[in-house]
């Protein structure tokens, strides 16, 4: 596990140099939602994003897309099994592109549009830690609150809400917290990134 506060903004992955702006992987978590490429494409596609040259040991390549993606967190192993039901989906980087600048700008002063460089894991960071009243963070609670212990007003807005705001990918699937949220994102990427991998290596056997 990695501990910004103490560790610092890696920018590379044991030795490895990483591209390590927040648009790289931003691309790499487009690029695995697409449905039109096959995992070991799609795969192949974000190492091309974090990597100015992916190394010639795939493994550990593989190793370090997870681990950056993931901003330093390891997926211990009966750990990462898939969620018996699927966690609802706060955000989307494509749908939700406006809504992420204005509360950067407005909360930090800061344009990505225009930024020359911010580190995967700072711009993580501080869209963490955006002020529930951005609208964002609001659209997010929206899409992923549990109802059922509301009273039928709050109900009635939030699903009103949910209805305006509902992503285009959506399926559904079990309110979480945010921790809980983030966690099983990681787990998730993780596992993909696994599949890939193995096929991967398979392939070049």
């Not at 591209?19 to 992987?25: L, P």
């Not at 550990?60 to 699927?86: D, H, I, N, S």
């Not at 209805?163 to 699937?173: E, I, N, R, S």
């Amino acid at each position: 596990m990695n501990i910004l506060l103490l560790d610092g903004l890696p920018e590379e992955y044991k030795g490895i140099p990483l591209s390590a702006d927040f648009r790289n992987m931003i691309q790499v978590d487009l690029i695995m939602a697409a449905s039109d490429s096959s995992e070991v494409e799609k795969t192949i596609a974000a190492l091309n994003q974090l990597y100015p040259e992916i190394p010639s040991d795939i493994n550990a390549a593989m190793e370090g897309l997870v681990w950056f993606y993931t901003r330093g967190a390891v997926v211990e192993k009966g750990k990462g099994a898939a969620p018996k039901q699927t966690p609802k989906k706060g955000f989307s980087f494509e749908q939700d592109a406006n809504l992420i600048y204005a509360a950067f700008y407005a909360v930090y002063g800061l344009s990505l549009t225009t930024v020359e460089f911010l580190h995967w894991w700072e711009f993580m960071a501080l869209f963490e830690g955006l002020p529930e009243t951005t609208l964002i963070k609001q659209v997010m609670y929206w899409r992923t609150a549990d109802v059922s212990g509301m009273t039928k007003n709050e109900r009635k807005h939030v699903l009103k809400m949910r209805g305006l705001f509902a992503l285009k990918d959506a399926d559904g699937g079990q309110p979480l917290t945010v921790e809980e949220l983030n966690q099983q994102t990681k787990d998730r990427v993780a596992q993909r990134f696994a599949r890939a991998r193995a096929m991967l290596l398979e392939k070049g056997k």
